[in-house]
């Protein structure tokens, strides 16, 4: 579920960064987002390991 939203705010960035529509900050806000969602699955998919 995370990382679809994160896969999506990437995209929704990439457009935004392509077609020069970027809103101000909040395409960038998305884009912080989206690597901090990411960043938490990663964390968490190497720590349960006992």
């Given amino acids: 579920m995370l990382e679809t939203i994160a896969i999506i705010l990437i995209i929704l960035w990439l457009a935004g960064l392509v077609t020069s529509y970027t809103m101000g900050g909040l395409i960038h ?3 912080v987002i989206a690597v901090v969602v990411i ?3 990663v964390i968490q998919g190497r720590r349960p390991l006992g």
Wanted: glycine share 0%; aromatic share 0%.
């Fill in 29 to 31: 806000i998305l884009l």
């Fill in 39 to 41: 960043l938490v699955r």
